[in-house]
C-alpha cells in the first residue's frame, strides 16, 4: 500500500516564499522578519535565525503581494537545523485556522509567473 503524505494533510501546503514578520506574544521587543518555505490555512514553515521553544505563542503577519495578513496567534511546533546549522526552519501552527491564506499565497506565486512570463514580456 503506498501513501502519499501530502494527502493526509489536513490544510495543504503551499509551497512558496513571502515575508514574514513574528514577535513572541506579550514579548516588547522587535518584530523579527523572516520568510516561509510554505504556507497552509493551518500553519507555516519559516526560515528563522533562532530556536523558540515548542509550545511558545508568537504572533505572525504575511506580507502577500501589497497587503498584511495577520497577525495571526501560532504556536511553535517544531524546529530544525537546515543548511548546516546556519539556519533554522521553525513549524508554527495557527491557533485558529486561516481560512484562504493559501489562496493568497497561491496567487501571489501565480501573479509572480505572470510577470515574469515571456509570453507577456513578448507582448509589451
Do not use: C
Not at 501530502?6 to 522587535?30: A, F, I, L
Not at 528563522?48 to 506580507?63: D, P, S, W, Y
Amino acid at each position: 500500500m503506498n501513501i502519499n503524505v501530502k494527502n493526509k494533510r489536513r490544510y495543504p501546503r503551499n509551497d512558496w516564499s513571502v515575508d514574514v514578520t513574528y514577535q513572541p506574544v506579550g514579548e516588547k521587543s522587535h518584530e523579527r522578519v523572516v520568510r516561509t518555505l510554505d504556507v497552509s490555512d493551518g500553519g507555516a514553515l519559516l526560515s528563522v535565525n533562532e530556536n523558540l521553544a515548542v509550545g511558545t505563542r508568537i504572533k505572525v503577519k504575511f506580507r502577500i503581494d501589497d497587503f498584511e495578513i495577520g497577525p495571526e496567534t501560532a504556536r511553535v511546533v517544531r524546529n530544525d537545523s537546515a543548511f548546516l546549522g546556519s539556519e533554522s526552519l521553525m513549524a508554527v501552527q495557527f491557533e485558529r485556522p486561516h481560512r484562504g491564506l493559501a489562496r493568497a499565497v497561491e496567487f501571489d506565486r501565480e501573479k509572480k509567473s505572470w510577470q515574469t512570463s515571456k509570453v507577456l514580456a513578448s507582448r509589451r
